[in-house]
């Protein structure tokens, strides 16, 4: 029947569900929440075998999910239903996963990083702070598929990877990019470009990325932040690499 | 351990499987199937936090399904295996939702839909009746993503979504329009147009939809019935009402 | 509460999860490991109701996946988790399914296929042996959505469809061919070639997919055996295959 191993560590004031399964290699911080039919620490092979599954404070595992043993992810993670994270990945805090989201392993991970439902996130992925993954997105990592190699992507701070997009191994996007809705990325795109369609043409900076009601315009940071108020130093920030790096232009 | 609240209003002839939980804000009508591992009720914060979860007569939930609380659904809703239905949803009859679905809430859904698996519908779509979504379909709703607008699609009764596609946020599909696998739809598309790639281009209209063999051809009521006797109504005149917008142009 | 069936059939050597379901029409072999959440034989309508399900020797099935009953699975099935597996397939042996898999039914899988995450595979489809399907790839069978028609597709050994594609109906994929990622591919292909984009043109032979560090190119058996001992004359007559189809050309 569901249960906590006597091994795991839990903090003060976490709520588990009757139904959840922690395993033995399970370290949770104070006030997480987790949810019905979750497993935490499921046992892996090869190099993150018998390494702990840390979740610190304030986290919430919603129903369904799964996260595997060898992973370590900073305050304030929210992992929504359904999900799977293997082993082997280093997040920083305030992560949100959507549902049904496959984050595969071994890759890193900033802060305040927004996945949405559905994406998936291959082996050997390096994603900064504050960067945004749309729905069905994939993240890649084979250059020859299939072969042995794995050459993930990496993803630097501030980017926007709109819905259904997939980023083509070892690409490369620069600060402040944005993919276009069902686009390919591949190779190394400059920071604050527009990257769309099928062949992943630069098709402009972000700049242009303009509503028309408000008249507001990227960089993102410029009309949003929806974020706790910790994270208005990293966003303030940010707006003035990206608006600095348009300056070069 | 799973339970069923004493708060939640079950109706007569009610399966309810022994893993499934069910929440204090639930009303189920009579006949409907409860699988495995379902939870029904699922609190939410916000503006239908504390509002009921509504199934009606003779609804099935597939096992590991999730359905929040604040939300409507007419009879014979069919929730495939492992969905997530969240709050502010109202829907009408015999709503189909294929596995893996996710159906982020506050949005509006005729009689007669079907959404095959893993469709997204993003918050704030409004969606007619006898609609057909297949799958990987998202339908969005950030024109400028991240921004805090929420700027839902529209899709008329009788429109079809095939494999992939993504419906850009704001996008009006006109009655019976069809748009083709992996393709982007954005803006006001009239009725009874096939929209296809990249660029959401009008290729033509739906009568070129024709199927060698039988040489019948769309609009899809002119081949397709395979609905409950009491769908068949509503069908004819949608059949009439597009044949009526082909004579138009 | 959960629970295995005193129908079902279970060999020696089997580890069964607490929580998982075993229904009646269930026959599990040898040194299987079925694991928490998951549901086997679920019951069926249809043609396929009451016939059994079959798993045989060294077969993994991951948390919260839920196989139907009236599909056989040859040994060392890998299951991965949350994956919906249908009614009336008949796969060969080693095939491995990744996470949020949805296998339709109704359809044939050779030896040694890997699916990764997020596939969708519609009833009526044939596969061939060593065939590769990568993240968010859908096979169609509706040649004229919606309709009662069902044309599966035909993928033929050691192909490979890469990230987010989408294999219209009744396409067929000659021997080794190769679909780029986001590709639509339609018609019948001939043995290795690559088709890439909307229109799913035929952009080049396989062989163009070189490796730049190691110089080995494809077809793949040249540069990747990690397989099984028992796979490997199967890899080996795959390369000689493709092989001389390249020769022809």
Redesign the interface.
């Known amino acids: 029947?569901?249960h906590i191993s006597s091994h795991a560590k839990i903090g003060q004031n976490v709520r588990i569900a009757?139904?959840a399964?922690i395993h033995d290699n399970v370290i949770v911080g104070d006030g997480c929440d987790i949810q019905?039919?979750c497993?935490l620490g499921?046992p892996t092979g090869g190099e993150n075998a018998g390494k702990p599954l840390i979740l610190h404070n304030n986290s919430i595992i919603r129903?369904?999910s799964?996260l595997y043993e060898g992973s370590t992810f900073g305050e304030n993670l929210h992992v929504?239903?359904?999900c799977?994270l293997r082993d082997g990945i280093t997040a920083g805090s305030h992560l949100s996963v959507?549902?049904?989201s496959?984050l595969?392993g071994n890759c890193v991970i900033g802060d305040y990083c927004?996945f949405h439902?559905?994406t998936?996130i291959g082996r050997g992925c390096k994603i900064g702070n504050l960067v945004?993954i749309?729905?069905?997105v994939?993240l890649?990592n084979d250059?020859?598929?299939?072969?042995?190699?794995e050459i993930g992507v990496t993803v630097e701070d501030g980017c926007?990877i709109?819905?259904?997009s997939?980023i083509?191994p070892g690409a490369h996007l620069g600060k402040g990019s944005f993919v276009a809705?069902?686009?390919?990325a591949k190779g190394a795109i400059p920071p604050v470009r527009i990257v769309?369609?099928?062949n992943g043409e630069i098709t402009g900076t972000i700049d242009k990325?303009?509503?028309r009601a408000s008249n507001k315009q990227?960089p993102?940071p410029n009309?949003?932040a929806?974020y706790p108020d910790s994270a208005q130093p990293m966003i303030k920030a940010l707006g003035e690499a990206l608006a600095a790096e348009l300056e070069k232009l």
């Open positions: 029947m569901p009757p139904t399964i019905d039919f497993i499921t129903s369904h799964i929504a239903h359904s799977v959507g549902n049904f496959d595969e927004r439902s559905q998936h945004w749309y729905p069905n994939v890649t250059p020859l598929p299939p072969s042995t190699l926007v709109c819905t259904g997939v083509l809705a069902l686009s390919r769309a369609g099928f990325l303009r509503h990227h993102w009309h949003f929806r």
